[in-house]
T-cell receptor, first 114, second 113 residues
């Protein structure tokens, strides 16, 4: 157990719909990273927040958005869903010790778009 | 940006055999991290290497960073069924609390008992 929690575990929805994925980082961690894992694209970085502020962005689609709240939990919003958005979505929080940015991944949310 | 290619994509070994996965880049890497993802699980951080020629060991796992910092390897000695999973190399782009991990495609290890 990494200490990072994600809800829900599974989500099944239809094309065109909107969903919200939730993540709580480890106690004390200020950073939240979102990743998408699919068979064809592998593990892809989406976006990072630190203490409520967006800090880094990957190839995140315009239909996707995220935010980090004052209690440090984060939400990833996916809208106008397409079949290709079906994937495993992970969030991670990190601790920096010296040069090492060690990331702790949550159990993931499996999204299925039908 | 820095990208990493990982080979092989799959590896099947008999329990007790050794296993190696390689991570290669066309550009010099500032760091390399290794993660393990068990089937149905999430990536788990194993190690980070930053120095040219660095070698680190964790029990049966040996991690190396090339002299030119363009490649890295993970070697497992005498594999066990508990080693099954996908091993990813990744590069952290950024500094301290700002950045992103760029992952290789992963090597999936199957171990036959």
């Amino acid at each position: 157990d990494s200490g990072v929690t994600q809800t829900p575990k599974h989500l099944i929805t239809a094309t065109g719909q909107r969903v919200t994925l939730r993540c709580s980082p480890r106690s004390g961690d200020l950073s939240v990273y979102w990743y998408q894992q699919s068979l064809d694209q592998g593990l892809q970085f989406l976006i990072q927040y630190y203490n409520g502020e967006e800090r880094a962005k990957g190839n995140i689609l315009e239909r996707f958005s995220a935010q980090q709240f004052p209690d440090l939990h984060s939400e990833l919003n996916l809208s106008s869903l397409e079949l290709g958005d079906s994937a495993l979505y992970f969030c991670a929080s990190s601790v920096v010790v010296g040069y090492v940015n060690e990331q702790f991944f949550g159990p993931g949310t499996r999204l299925t778009v039908l | 940006g820095q990208q990493v290619m990982q080979i092989p994509q799959y590896q099947h070994v008999q329990e007790g055999e050794d296993f190696t996965t390689y991570c290669n880049s066309s550009t010099t890497l500032s760091n390399i991290q290794w993660y393990k993802q068990r089937p149905g699980g999430h990536p788990v951080f194993l190690i980070q290497l930053v120095k040219s020629g660095e070698v680190k060991k964790q029990k049966r796992l040996t991690f190396q960073f090339g002299e030119a910092k363009k490649n890295s390897s993970l070697h497992i000695t005498a594999t066990q069924t508990t080693d099954v999973g996908t091993y990813f190399c990744a590069v952290f782009h950024g500094s301290s609390n700002t950045g992103k991990l760029i992952f290789g495609q992963g090597t999936t290890l199957q171990v036959k008992p």
